[in-house]
């Protein structure tokens, strides 16, 4: 971003000033959208250090004076220390104000005062005033160390602050981060030392690693994505290799595969799922009935003998069941390896592993045979990544990868990632972009590594997070609701668009949909009582929300 910054100046003649201030604008809007556009009489107070950050809260106080919110500017050092743009803003901010920050009964609606030492900001912090906004404009972008010494003290403060509020009945102050919230490096996902827990964070042309990586994502609140005029080529020249997944994107999606007047089952496909032992039943209903629920034209649970009168019995009525050679502990066999490739001649995609079990050797055999002779794509979760690895005895099989034709797609959480490393060691998982990159690569596949913020990792070496989602989420059965969902829009994309469907795409708008299904039913219901079930009842309307012309009669 400071290389698109440096370029837009240069090779468009943009002044870095004209950059600032918008980026100011952008704030104040996104600012206004939370108090429903009534700022006026509003009482902010903007904390600036003395970069180009604090230069942005500067110029967001003379946005704010303008629109009728009294702006109190505390910078953190000197205007005479400042350098560039940031200099020119607080040296406009200091012309402006005729009162210094913090005193009572100002009239002006501009306040401005250098805070050089701890004392004087002890003096400043004391809760002499309240506020309604108070922004973050200490450090951008190019912090690499923890905060310390006065700094620190002011996250400090802030986390008092934020702490009185939220033990209160009272909402305000509303505090704002401007680009990443201080305190945070803004290229790591890793909180490096004390930072702000924003309500809202407004970044600019693009989300930084930090705004979007988990756990230093935590601490954005609600995230804006502001435009502040950066040319387009010089975002595209900048080839990045991760991403974050838009609702447009997924809407493009959904654009290309809707029902049209002449729709039948078979042009959205044919999902079969093999799930379930003797005694675990409900993950196969619930990857089922997600894959029906998510649009498949058809679906089929294939289960063991012993499972199949249960799951028979608590599917949708509209999901078919068949029933598959199995062990003597109610698992799966090899010995149905022939019956299911009957059967996966006139699937779109399998999904394998919710509730499979991977204790029996003959259950692991039969879940490689799947994958290595599949002629479709596969969905690998639960006992199937599992069966996997245990068969390798160290991560994933050598000689199985993916492929364009028949595309492969994983999707473990931490714990089976490990395994299919053949690790042990969770500090490999430290980086999840490297390490989810690495993996899809060198095997050809689609990864998509769970948490609380899922990546999406692609063959060419693209990683994509997704950002819908929320701590409800890390339910029972949330998984196997996720593997149903991924499966469904598979079979869709297969049934519809055919040798031009994408599985990329089709995984990432089904990450998509099921996390903004699982915000849906935790507006409705609270993250606490939320169950898997509640995801897949929410689907129709994550859907309706993104395309609701697509989906209208």
Known sequence: MREIDRLTTQNYQIPSLLLMQAAAKACLEAIADHFSGDLEGKKAQLLCGPGNNGGDGAALAQEFSRVGVHADVVLFGTVDEARGDARTNFEIVRSLSGFEAGSSDVPSSLSFVECSSLPAWEKLAQPRRTFDIIVDALFGTGLSRPLEGIFLQVIQHLAMTRKARDESSTTRPLIVSIDVPSGLDADLPNVIGEAIQADLTVTFTAPKPANVLPPASHLNGKLVIANIGSPSALIEAAHSSFFVTEEKDVRDWLVSTRYTPNSFKNMHGHALVIAGSRGYTGAAVLCGNAAMKSGAGLVTVATPASAQASVAASVMPEVMTTALAE???????????????????????????????????????????????????????????????????????????????????????????????????????????????????????????????????????????????????????????????????????????????????????????????????????????????????????????????????
């Open 327 to 553: 062990t003597d502990r109610g698992a799966v066999s090899d010995e149905a390896i022939d019956h299911v490739m009957r059967l996966a001649a006139t699937a779109s995609v399998i999904a394998i592993g919710p509730g499979l079990s991977s204790e029996d050797e003959r259950t692991r055999h039969f879940v490689f045979l799947v994958v290595k002779q599949r002629k479709t794509p596969v969905v690998i979760d639960a006992d199937a990544l599992n069966s996997l690895a245990a068969g390798a005895r160290n991560g994933w099989p050598a000689d199985l990868f993916g492929s364009t034709e028949a595309p492969l797609i994983l999707t473990p959480h931490p714990g089976e990632m490990l395994r299919l490393l053949g690790s042990t060691d969770k500090s490999v998982l430290e980086d999840r972009i490297a390490v989810s990159r690495d993996f899809a690569t060198r095997h050809k596949l689609i990864l998509v590594l769970k948490g609380s913020s899922a990546l999406i990792a692609a063959p060419d070496g693209r990683v994509f997070a997704n950002p819908t989602g929320n701590a409800g989420l890390g339910t029972a059965g949330s998984g196997d609701t996720l593997t149903g969902i991924i499966a469904g829009f598979m079979a869709q994309a297969v049934g519809t668009l055919r040798e031009k469907s994408d599985a990329l795409s089709a995984t990432t708008s089904a990450l998509y949909i099921g996390g903004l299904a699982g915000d849906l039913a935790a507006r409705a219901l609270g993250m606490r009582t939320m169950v898997a079930s509640d995801i897949r009842e929410h689907l129709s309307e994550a859907i309706r929300s993104v395309d609701p012309k697509g989906e209208a009669p």
